[in-house]
């Protein structure tokens, strides 16, 4: 009885660990992302004009470990267009202020993230 409630409290620090430092481990992968995938400010305004959906777009083990990670964090109200372009605007600038600049691609971003969010929790 007692390992048993020694196991639940280490679950529930775990689970709020990793809900706490999920913000920050999603700004890695993110970073990662983009530079892995060479998402450049040409491909983004493709994407955008096209109104293509960025789900489709993102590689198969992408999409696997976000799904994993949803399991663990079930609330993400950080992740806005404003997180977002916080978190990439040191290691991809030019992307930043992309988003920054254009109303088109910044409402095109908002819209592939409430996607995103839909895809992961609904």
Known sequence: MVLDNI???????LKGLIATQAPNLFKGVLNELLR???ITVDKVITMVEKNQPLWDQL??????SLRRAAEHVTDVP???VEWF???IKTQHPALASLFLGWRKARNWLGRQIEAIKKELYE
């Open 59 to 64: 590689p198969s083990d992408i999409t696997h």
């Open 85 to 87: 372009i916080e978190a």
């Open 7 to 13: 196991r639940g409290i280490g679950e529930l620090t």
């Open 78 to 80: 950080w992740l806005t």
């Open 36 to 38: 892995r995938e060479d």
